[in-house]
């Protein structure tokens, strides 16, 4: 059974950081592709960044240059370096899978006050 986990997430004030950190069992995220994804209230969730079983990584115009998608195989933990954080960054964040996503972690809320 895939279980994913959230954390890291909090409240922090514009142009501030945090980490988000998504571990996994009962998959090993080494030679997938991941991505983190959020859902604000009253917004449809949106993928914002993605790391292939390539390497490469993709990100959503409105984080690029700020958020940073990075993997530890060894942990088999997924992380989002988010800087410069923005009032409408606030949302739920999740990891999952892509393309096709498994079960829902229960994510990490991320609220940035202006």
């Known amino acids: 059974q895939v279980r994913l986990v959230e954390s890291g997430g909090g409240l922090v004030q514009a142009g501030g950081s945090l980490r988000l950190s998504c571990a996994a069992s009962?998959?090993?995220?080494?030679?997938?592709?991941v991505g983190w994804n959020r859902k604000a209230p009253g917004k449809q969730r949106e993928w914002v960044a993605l790391s292939f079983r390539t390497g490469n990584t993709n990100y959503q115009d409105s984080v690029k240059g700020r958020f940073t998608i990075t993997r530890d195989n060894a942990k088999n933990t997924v992380y989002l370096q988010m800087n410069s954080l923005k009032p409408e960054d606030t949302a739920v964040y999740y990891c999952?899978?892509?393309?096709?996503?498994?079960?829902w972690g229960q994510g990490t809320q991320v609220t940035v006050s202006s």
């Open positions: 999952n899978l892509i393309p096709t996503p498994s079960s």
């Open positions: 009962g998959i090993i995220f080494s030679g997938k592709s």
